[in-house]
């Protein structure tokens, strides 16, 4: 409802800044798929990275568990006391590891339930490490060497990908700025010197204008967030 409520806020101001037409609102309704879409997708990036932020902590607390002796499924249980200590009981990580301590309390093997996990978060990271897990586990590895290291690896890369972000902030503020610039100054205008866009409504060529310059704000929009996506 809220995505809703945003989409329907910014066509009514595109459609009347741009057209000052209610025929405009509505045509541009059908936009509301992709923007939805995009916006899910942006949810969905920052959920992955607090889930794998979540699962990085449990992991060298199962690390450490397993450091000071105890076994793997103890090591889970211990790295639930100390996560409780960090997140609300109800967040994702205490929930995944009390999962899945009653998993294995059935018999079922840890390296699935971490296999699981993978799959059903969607996170390469999270899929790769359960697969070198399984692997340590089938072979007898050094289970605690395998741990670290790949828990040190997801760090590494967390780290990387947050350093790249506070580089690219002030770069990115800009280009909110930049973005939000034309509307303003359309609106801007409007409210300042009223009539004086009255040239670029309810006319063929005054239309044809505003549409092609609503078509260059919004590419250079799109070209602009693509610029400051990373993927890591």
């Not at 499924?73 to 960090?86: D, G, K, P, Q, T």
Request: net charge neutral; proline share 3%; aromatic share 10%.
């Amino acid at each position: 409802m809220e995505n809703l409520l945003i989409f329907a806020g910014l066509d009514a101001v595109i459609a009347f800044l741009f057209y000052r037409s209610f025929i405009a609102f509505l045509l541009f309704l059908p936009i509301v798929s992709p923007f939805l879409k995009v916006r899910r997708k942006d949810l969905g990036d920052r959920r992955r990275k607090e889930i794998l932020a979540q699962f990085t902590t449990g992991m060298q607390m199962v690390n450490a568990s397993l450091q000071a002796g105890y076994a793997i499924e103890n090591s889970f249980r211990e790295a639930i006391r100390e996560l409780a200590r960090i997140y609300p009981d109800d967040s994702f990580i205490i929930y995944e590891f009390r999962y899945i301590l009653t998993q294995t309390s059935l018999n079922v093997p840890i390296e699935t339930l971490l296999l699981d996990l993978g799959h059903r978060t969607h996170i390469e990271d999270i899929r790769n490490f359960a697969e070198v897990f399984q692997t340590a586990k089938r072979t007898g590895g050094d289970l605690i060497a395998i741990i670290r290291n790949a828990v040190t690896s997801i760090q590494m890369k967390k780290e990387t990908s947050e350093e790249i972000e506070a580089n690219l902030s002030g770069k990115a503020s800009e280009q909110k700025i930049m973005s939000a610039a034309p509307i303003f100054l359309i609106a801007y205008t409007s409210l300042t010197s009223p009539g004086f866009l009255d040239v670029c409504y309810h006319n063929t060529l005054g239309i044809a204008i505003m549409t092609g310059c609503l078509l260059i704000y919004a590419a250079a929009f799109l070209w602009g967030r693509k610029i400051m996506q990373i993927e890591m």
